[in-house]
C-alpha cells in the first residue's frame, strides 16, 4: 500500500523556521519525483517546491524562493522541507507528493496532474 505521511506542521511565530518531513511506504521511492504544495483557507492548492528522482535538481514557487529549502533522503524514503523566515501567508495545510509522469524537467512537476500520490497533509499556523 503506497502511503505518505506528513509530519513536522505547528504553530510558529513570524521570523521563525519549520522542518517539515514526509515519509514514503513504498520501495521505488527513489524513482519518484517528490513535491510539496500547500492549500490555505478559501484558497486553491498551490505549489511549493519540488525535487527530481535523484535530487539532482529542485524547484521553487517564487513566493519560497531563498528561504525554503527541500532535500531527500533516499536511504530513508523521505524528503524534508526546511522554512525558514516564516511569514503569516505561509500560513497552509501544507502536502507532500511524489510523482512519475514526466520527465522532470519537462514541468519541473509544478503542478497537480504530474503527481500520483498525495500525503494527508500537516497544519502549518504563522503567528504571534
Known amino acids: 500500500q503506497v502511503q505518505l505521511l506528513e509530519s513536522g506542521g505547528g504553530l510558529v511565530q513570524p521570523g521563525g523556521s519549520l522542518r517539515l518531513f514526509c515519509a514514503a511506504s513504498?520501495?521505488?521511492?527513489?524513482?519518484?519525483?517528490m513535491g510539496w504544495f500547500r492549500q490555505a483557507p478559501g484558497k486553491e492548492r498551490e505549489f511549493v517546491a519540488s525535487?527530481?528522482?535523484?535530487?539532482?535538481?529542485?524547484y521553487y514557487a517564487d513566493s519560497v524562493k531563498g528561504r525554503f529549502t527541500i532535500s531527500r533522503d533516499s536511504a530513508k524514503n523521505t524528503i524534508s522541507l526546511q522554512m525558514n523566515s516564516l511569514k503569516p501567508e505561509d500560513t497552509a495545510v501544507y502536502y507532500c507528493?511524489?510523482?512519475?509522469?514526466?520527465?522532470?524537467?519537462?514541468?519541473?512537476?509544478?503542478?497537480?496532474?504530474?503527481?500520483?500520490?498525495w500525503g494527508q497533509g500537516t497544519q502549518v499556523t504563522v503567528s504571534s
Open positions: 507528493a511524489a510523482g512519475s509522469r514526466t520527465t522532470y524537467s519537462r514541468s519541473y512537476y509544478r503542478f497537480d496532474d504530474d503527481y500520483d500520490y
Open positions: 513504498w520501495r521505488t521511492f527513489s524513482s519518484y519525483a
Open positions: 525535487i527530481s528522482w535523484n535530487g539532482a535538481s529542485t
